[in-house]
């Protein structure tokens, strides 16, 4: 079975640009979800998805970020402009619904922003 | 609000000898407490998970864990360290909606 799959692995940009991820979730997962993971922290959510609703964003910044999951499969997470304090592991999840589920990670993506 | 705190932000220890990894949470309900972990540019990896069956929960890699309600504690533990078992390890609480809270992590140095 395939894995959570996130693009690219490693994004390097200047402050002020935009960037945007990319994750496919495991096949059949209803559930999806974006933690940022600052260095030397533990992950932090910052949205859910239930298949093309969203579930939680509170933690989202709503004037900087955004991020859609338009037919309840694959999404994408925007950062629009970029801010120093942005640079982090961007973590994408899934699991098979919202009742005590298993969330499987994918191998992230790494901004650097300068 | 529920938090989880890993007493130890790094642990060293020698091949061949045991792990100990101690974490404590704050949930008032019933927790449901994973423990994952994130080897060097690879994604977070289940470990194991408690959801209030048998209080000493085996996983993968030899490591198991132990769950105390009175003392609020979810410690792992491994009897013999392998050079592969450096990573960094995050005790984690599930609230219900699926939420996880994660604690700062631990980072584990193996040395031979």
């Known amino acids: 079975e395939a894995g959570v799959a996130q693009s690219p692995r490693y994004k390097i940009i200047e402050k002020r640009q935009s960037v945007a991820f990319w994750c496919n979730p495991i096949?059949?997962?209803?559930?999806l979800y974006w933690y940022q993971q600052i260095l030397g922290q533990g992950p932090k959510l910052l949205i859910q998805?239930?298949?093309?609703?969203?579930?939680?964003d509170s933690q989202l910044p709503k004037d900087r970020f955004s991020a859609e999951r338009l037919k309840g499969v694959d999404s994408t997470l925007k950062i629009q402009p970029a801010k120093l304090e942005d640079s982090a592991v961007y973590l994408c999840?899934?699991?098979?619904?919202?009742?005590?589920?298993?969330?499987?990670f994918g191998p992230g993506t790494r901004l650097t922003v300068l | 609000a529920q938090s989880v705190t890993q007493l130890d932000s790094h642990v060293s220890v020698s091949e061949g000898t045991p792990v100990l990894l101690r974490c404590n949470y704050s949930?008032?309900?019933?927790?449901?407490l994973f423990w994952y972990v994130q080897h060097p540019n690879k994604g977070l990896q289940l470990l194991l998970k408690?959801?209030?069956?048998?209080?000493l929960v085996k996983g993968i890699n030899g490591f198991e864990a132990e769950f105390k309600k009175s003392e609020t504690s979810f410690h792992l533990t491994k009897p013999s360290a392998h050079m592969s078992d450096a990573a960094e390890y995050f005790c984690?609480?599930?609230?219900?909606?699926?939420?996880?809270?994660f604690g700062g992590g631990t980072r584990v140095l193996v040395k031979p």
């Open positions: 999840a899934s699991s098979q619904g919202m009742g005590l589920d298993t969330q499987y």
């Open positions: 096949s059949g997962h209803a559930t």
């Open positions: 998805f239930q298949n093309n609703g969203v579930v939680d």
């Open positions: 949930s008032s309900y019933s927790p449901s």
């Open positions: 408690y959801t209030s069956a048998a209080t």
């Open positions: 984690v609480d599930m609230a219900a909606g699926n939420k996880l809270t």
